[in-house]
């Protein structure tokens, strides 16, 4: 159990069982605090069976060395046909030796929802690098800088089926999605 997430201060023990690992593709040369994307579709069949909430954000991804706790963002996460990506911050150098693990804890009714602004919320789960990030289901960006689009020329965001739930189809009829309140430049 955990305490109601604002920006956090008190952090929820993590759980000594019950979650899946990664090992992560070591990068050619060391990276500091960057984002990584698993695909959800991908976890065992046990970890599904232990998700009891439609609620990603009560779900948690640490580093499996400590375990140290990791801001994490889940995407279009979908408890029914077990489908999502999770963006995850690995905070630190993601090393391009040696063997490094990503413990990923299913989202469980009895966990605190982690708020977005908060220290492990989705925020926080893209590095520093990122302008940006809209997987199209809706035209909201999913970091903290709130570059937020708005449709034009007839396309609905979120009105097409994708591989993951909701997409946004263009029709190659003046369909585009604007950021209308200053340009989106790196590091903003």
């Known amino acids: 159990s955990g305490s ?21 593709v070591n990068p050619g040369s060391n990276l500091t605090d960057f984002t990584l994307i698993v695909d959800l579709s991908r976890m065992s069949a046990s970890w599904w069976a232990a998700v009891d909430t439609s ?30 990506l999770l963006r995850v911050k690995w905070s630190g150098t993601l090393s391009s030796s040696g063997t490094q693990t990503l ?15 908060a220290t492990y919320g989705s925020d ?14 809706d035209a909201n960006d999913r970091t903290a800088n709130g570059y937020d689009l708005t449709a034009s020329g007839g396309v609905t965001v979120g009105g097409a089926t994708g591989k993951l739930g909701a997409a946004t189809d263009f029709d190659g009829t003046d369909d585009r999605l604007d950021y209308t309140s200053g340009a989106v430049t790196a590091g903003t």
């Open 124 to 137: 926080n789960a893209y590095d520093s690098d990122w302008a940006a990030y809209w997987p199209l289901h």
């Open 55 to 84: 609620d990603g954000t009560k779900g948690r991804a640490a580093k499996d060395s400590g375990p140290t706790e990791l801001a994490c963002d889940w995407i279009d996460f979908d408890s029914v046909n077990e489908t999502g």
């Open 4 to 24: 109601t997430d604002g920006p956090r201060t008190a952090l929820m023990a993590l759980p000594s069982s019950t979650y899946d690992t990664a090992t992560l």
């Open 103 to 117: 413990r990923i804890y299913p989202p469980q009714s009895g966990n605190a929802s982690v708020a977005a602004n």
